[in-house]
């Protein structure tokens, strides 16, 4: 089965630090994407980085970073110099092909509060 | 990147009446649309997936008579609700996806639409 996890419900960083988010999933595909969203408490869902399975190198895009270890089927967010807007819920999330068609997992959600 | 649009942002209706929910796609062609549902605090949960002209294909457990769900073109999908029930109080959103659209080929996502049913 597919599965995303993210083990910490909640999470607190002191603005300008970074903080990680974490990530595992569980596929036998060889050919995978790796997502990670921000839902702020308007409810949208904003990509922030996407990592190919195939992919050599850890995406980067800005202050997201994704720590991507293959053997470990972890895609871990780090977030850079952490701002008061960054206060949302995090999600990762594993794209893979199924019976033709592309299917989207989301994990449980990270609550990020960013502390002043 | 490209924009999703979904309307109504908030709907309240009484018990055993239907509502639609429309997802729009601005400025790109959306081959493919998916619907999603998030209880308060938990994650996105697939409902169905719809590509322009022909069936939605649903996630195991979704009703498909009562979440009716068309694709008509390539820039709009909409969600029925039918005979809603308190029970499908929630919050709905769309995500849609095209093939020149997004480096990553990845889905954009609507702003989602809060379903009260009292």
């Known amino acids: 089965a597919q599965k995303i996890t993210q083990t910490q419900p909640g999470m607190f960083v002191q603005e300008k630090e970074a903080v990680t988010l974490d990530c595992t999933y569980d596929?036998?595909?060889?050919?995978?994407?790796l997502f990670w969203y921000k839902q702020p408490s308007s409810g949208e869902m904003i990509f922030l980085i996407y990592?190919?399975?195939?992919?050599?190198q850890n995406a980067t895009e800005g202050r997201y970073s994704l720590n991507f270890q293959k053997a470990r089927k972890s895609a871990n967010l780090v977030i850079s110099a952490s701002q008061l807007g960054d206060s949302a819920m995090y999600f990762c999330?594993?794209?893979?092909?199924?019976?033709?068609?592309?299917?989207?997992?989301f994990g449980t959600g990270t609550k990020l509060q960013v502390i002043p | 990147g490209a924009v999703v649009s979904q309307h109504p942002s908030r709907v309240i209706c009484k018990s055993g009446t239907s509502v639609k929910i429309e997802c729009r796609s601005l400025?790109?062609?959306?081959?493919?649309m998916f619907w999603y549902r998030q209880f308060p605090k938990k994650s996105l949960m697939l409902m169905a997936t719809?590509?322009?002209?022909?069936?939605?294909?649903?996630e195991q457990g979704v009703e498909k008579d009562k979440f009716l769900i068309n694709h008509a073109s390539l820039t709009l999908s909409t969600l029925t609700v039918t005979s809603a029930h308190p029970e499908d109080s929630s919050f709905y959103i769309c995500?849609?996806?095209?093939?020149?659209?997004?480096?990553?080929?990845?889905?954009?996502f609507g702003p989602g639409t809060r379903l009260t049913v009292l």
């Open positions: 995500s849609a996806r095209g093939e020149l659209a997004g480096k990553y080929n990845e889905q954009f």
């Open positions: 596929t036998s595909d060889p050919s995978y994407g």
């Open positions: 990592q190919g399975s195939y992919d050599q």
């Open positions: 999330a594993m794209r893979r092909f199924s019976g033709g068609y592309q299917k989207v997992t």
């Open positions: 400025d790109f062609q959306a081959t493919t």
């Open positions: 719809s590509n322009e002209g022909s069936k939605a294909t649903y």
